[in-house]
């Protein structure tokens, strides 16, 4: 590896001259810096990251916390957008991402304690139990935090705009003429819950539609058993919705199978809009109706906030930021006759 020792010995000058030109001081000649620095990069010189950390009083390293109870982990096309947008913004703004666990040698700690462990400079919570004592902990803790489609009191949070998302999705079904519309929800303890069903009430209820309580039905995301249970129950009420809303794309294949089963046709007897807007949404025949989340973005300005915050605490405000999502008209929402 090439040490500063080595450079200066190439250059003729002391190791304390490579350093300051190397961290840009002002007290050397331009010419000599100029030098300095050319014949670093032409002997393929990198900065050691503990060094820099002692220098800095910063690891460049963010923890995320990423616990996901549905199961699919890494695999779930959502929260993968986000984490990759995530680590391609804090790479290319000189961080490395780790993820955060609480166990070290058989030795249960907390999310916090592992993180001051690790010396993280930030934490991002990508997905989480927010009820939970442990992450509370850390959203309350001295360490800079950022969530995503969370809203704490101590900490920026980045999401999509579900309300909006919502109003969209919703207003475009009834535009199809459709005045029975069910909403299979998530999990209520969710905040993106409450935010889309409360966005689904006000929307239905500024078009003049009626919303009956048993269209009105819960299956955790991701969940294609509860929400295929949900669609059957729905489809044998005596009045049945012309449309029903599923809380994501994957959860809505539960839904779609039913349908089938019943001998039912997407859209002419049933139809169906999901959220998320995943490549496989639009690989299914009919191509889904649904939101498409715009989870790169997400990640990207989760990774800017969180890094702002941590290299500009003094400029730093706690801020919600949304990211917009788009209306994918698909096919699986038909036009009523009148």
Known sequence: ??????????????TATVSKALNDQKDIGEETKNRIKQTAEAMGYFP???????????????????????GSGLTHEYFSGV????????EKQGYDITFINTCFENRKMSYYEHCKYRNFSGVAIVCADFNDPDVMELMNSDLPVVTIDYVHHNCTAVSS?????I???VKYIASQGHQKIAYIHGQDSSSVTKDRLASFYRTMDGLGLNVP?????????LETKEAARQTKALLNLEEPPTCILYPDDTSLIGGRNVIIEMGLRIPNDIS?????????SQLLHPKLTTIRQNTELIGKEAAKRLISTI????????ERVVIEGILIKGQSVGKLSE
């Open 213 to 221: 309580d048993e269209y009105i039905r819960a299956a955790d995301y």
């Open 83 to 90: 984490l990759n947008g995530l680590k391609v913004q804090a």
């Open 161 to 165: 705009n579900n309300i909006q998302g």
């Open 311 to 318: 290299e500009k605490p003094k400029t730093t405000l706690i």
């Open 272 to 280: 169906v809009a999901g959220y998320d807007g995943i490549r496989m």
């Open 1 to 14: 590896m090439v040490s500063l020792k080595t450079i200066a010995e190439k250059c003729g000058v002391s």
């Open 48 to 70: 050691n990251a503990a060094a820099r950390s002692l220098k800095t009083k910063r690891s460049y390293n963010i923890g995320v916390l990423f616990e996901e109870e549905a």
């Open 167 to 169: 109003e969209d999705l």
